[in-house]
């Protein structure tokens, strides 16, 4: 079983990533894009990275914004896993955003 992070290291594990905040026993991150189809195309992105990385995040579109929650409920809060797909979403964003004008943080 996976286990929760302590205060120390999910604080230390937040500031390597920009644009995410913590919302209780989760951190979430907002995405504007261009358009709504743009939005719809992220989040299919989105979802190949997590099936790949077998944590799914909890998936909010309104119009051309995303906001994406993680969190591990099977361990009733943040783990390890929670950072490393943010890490890998936002390794993913600049890559998108490096090929055209697609998904930018608030």
Same mark, same amino acid.
């Not at 913590?22 to 026993?25: A, L, S």
């Given at each position: 079983?996976?286990?929760r992070?302590?205060?120390?290291?999910?604080?230390?594990r937040? !500031? *390597? =990533?920009?644009?995410?905040e913590?919302?209780?026993?989760a951190?979430?991150r907002? #995405? $504007?894009l261009? /358009?709504f189809?743009?939005?719809?195309?992220?989040?299919n992105?989105? !979802? *190949? =990275?997590a099936e790949?990385m077998?944590?799914?995040?909890?998936?909010d579109?309104? #119009? $051309?914004?995303? /906001?994406?929650?993680?969190?591990?409920?099977?361990?009733?809060?943040?783990?390890?896993?929670?950072?490393?797909?943010?890490a890998?979403?936002?390794?993913?964003?600049?890559r998108?955003?490096g090929?055209?004008?697609?998904a930018?943080?608030?």
């Open positions: 079983m996976v286990q992070l302590d205060e120390a290291a999910i604080r230390q937040l !500031a *390597a =990533l920009p644009g995410w913590r919302t209780g026993d951190i979430r907002t #995405y $504007r261009a /358009t189809r743009d939005a719809v195309f992220f989040v992105a989105v !979802a *190949a =990275l790949g077998n944590h799914h995040p909890d998936v579109i309104r #119009y $051309r914004q995303v /906001t994406l929650t993680l969190t591990t409920h099977s361990a009733g809060g943040l783990t390890d896993r929670d950072f490393e797909l943010a890998a979403i936002d390794r993913h964003t600049a998108w955003r090929a055209g004008e697609a930018s943080a608030p």
